[in-house]
T-cell receptor, first 115, second 116 residues
């Protein structure tokens, strides 16, 4: 089974600071990679995804992520955060094996942005 | 377009009582998922349906949990009897039938269960 590690459980930043959230997964085969975001009181929403092709993917609200296959990583970045980015961020992996369709989630990173 | 609809949003029950959660996926989405999210953790899959067939239920604790999706649209997840450790948020998700978009799962708001 897959395991997904998010190394930062809680990140606190001031507005305009740069953000990088780490995500590593364990599966060595073909994977689909996702970042989901959950704003306070709202449901999980897709932020961005990687299926194939350019390993640098861009998502909504200025977020981007880079897939580095050799490092089994899919880190999330944003050059300048805003107060409205305060939310919980989940990295998720979907592998192409027998558990096709199952998303494996990390435990999440709570991001707090101070105005 | 309506998203994934779940009800109730909150449920408080005493241990050993039964409880049921309902989910209506996005129209046209043939794949439906139930996840459980414990406090401080990411969601974990309980069961996945392709239409009315449960194709991945290996993580469902079958001694007390059951699920159904009789007509391949809405679904019910039941716990009987509930235990203290079942306190969690139960999430439903759905995905469309074809192509790369099939891998994108859309989540409902969840049902927060508290077992006392």
């Amino acid at each position: 089974a897959q395991s997904v590690s998010q190394h930062n459980h809680h990140v606190i930043l001031s507005e305009a600071a740069s953000l990088e959230l780490g995500c590593n997964y364990s599966y060595g085969g073909t994977v689909n990679l996702f970042w989901y975001v959950q704003y306070p009181g709202q449901h999980l929403q897709l932020l961005l995804k990687y299926f194939s092709g350019d390993p640098l993917v861009k998502g909504i609200k200025g977020f981007e992520a880079e897939f580095i296959k050799s490092k089994f990583s899919f880190n999330l970045r944003k050059p300048s955060v805003q107060w409205s980015d305060t939310a919980e961020y989940f990295c998720a992996v979907n592998d192409g094996g027998s558990t096709l369709g199952r998303l494996y989630f990390g435990r999440g990173t709570q991001l707090t942005v101070w105005p | 377009e309506a998203g994934v609809v779940q009800s109730p949003r909150y449920k408080i029950i005493e241990k050993k009582q039964p409880v049921a959660f309902w989910c209506n996926p996005i129209s046209g989405h043939n794949t439906l998922y139930w996840y459980r999210q414990n406090l401080g953790q990411g969601p974990e899959l309980l069961i996945r349906y392709e239409n009315e067939e449960a194709v991945d239920d290996s993580q469902l604790p079958k001694d007390r949990f059951s699920a159904e999706r009789l007509k391949g649209v809405d679904s019910t997840l039941k716990i009987q009897p509930a235990e203290l450790g079942d306190s969690a948020v139960y999430l439903c998700a759905s995905s469309p039938p074809r192509g790369g978009a099939k891998n994108i799962q859309y989540f409902g708001a969840g049902t927060r269960l508290s077992v006392l």
